[in-house]
Structure formats: C-alpha cells, structure tokens
C-alpha cells in the first residue's frame, strides 16, 4: 500500500483555482446580465415615446397603466411618486416631462444619447420636440438611470436649461 506524505502544491494550486472560479461566477453572471441589457437610451425612446402617447389618450401613466409604468422607472421612484399621490400632493408640473403641459408634437420627436455610463449607472439626455418639424417649444431632460435586474430604469429626472449650460456647469 502506497501512504502519500506531504504537500502536493497542484493540488492545493487547483482547489484554490476552484474557489476562486466558484466565487466569480455570481460576478459573471452579473456582467452577462449588464452585456445583454438594452442600452439606456433605448429604454429612455421607449419610455418616452409610450408615456407621451398615454397622455394623448387622456391617461394617467402612473395610475392606468402601473405595471407598464415599473418597467420603466425604478422601483425607488415609482414608489416615492407613488406615495404623494397617495398623500394628496398633486404636483403642478408632470415629474417626466418637468413641465405642466406637453406639446402633441413631441410625442414625434423623441431623441436620447446616453452621455455617461458606468458599472450599474447611465445618465442620459432627452430631447423632446424637433425644432425642423415644429416650431414650438422642445423640451431637454436629464435622466439618471440604473440597471435594475438587467434592465435600465429612470431613477430621477431633471429639466435642463442649455442656455445655463458652461463648462463650469455642464446640464448633466
């Protein structure tokens, strides 16, 4: 019979190369979510061009429509919006489109661009209304989003005025 005594190093090289595989999967697995996630301003066209349209049809997105609603908004927001309705705090201008009233024309004329992207977190500028195709007023809105189980969702939203835009205070 064959007793084997001592250290064998490839087999401690190998258990430890296991765990270290074992321990990245749950962080690869995360990535391959991030990788296959529609891109933020996509999410954002989308959302905009589905939430302008339910407005025209004299709904309210976040009541009439709320599952279609928390595809799009993360579920901080959603709740948080949630709650001053609940409470009776009507706002005087719609949180989306930072306005009181929206133009029909800009439901022709969504554009976004994502102008920053890190790990988890997208911050995207949206314009709405063309000035080529309507002479109205356009509407410019940052959004913050986050990617909430894959999926890109608008966590905040803010109204931009490009005439205070500098270098020294950039609208994002």
Excluded: C, H
């Amino acid at each position: 019979m064959l007793i084997l005594k001592g250290k064998f190093p490839i087999l401690n090289f190998l258990a430890l190369l296991l765990a270290l595989m074992l321990a990245a999967a749950p962080a690869a697995r995360a990535l391959e979510v991030k990788a296959g996630a529609r891109p933020p301003e996509v999410v954002a066209t989308e959302f905009y061009g589905w939430y302008l349209e339910a407005l025209s049809a004299d709904q309210d997105p976040l009541s009439d429509r709320y599952d279609t609603f928390t595809r799009y908004v993360a579920r901080e927001l959603a709740a948080r919006l949630v709650e001053r309705l609940q409470a009776g705090r009507l706002p005087q201008r719609d949180y989306f489109i930072q306005s009181a009233s929206y133009r029909p024309a800009w439901q022709r004329s969504v554009r976004a661009a994502t102008v920053r992207q890190r790990a988890g977190t997208a911050d995207v500028l949206v314009t709405l209304g063309d000035a080529s195709i309507d002479a109205g007023p356009r509407q410019t809105l940052a959004l913050s989003m986050v990617l909430e189980n894959g999926v890109w969702k608008i966590r905040q939203v803010a109204a931009v005025d490009a005439s205070r835009s500098s270098a020294e205070q950039p609208v994002i």
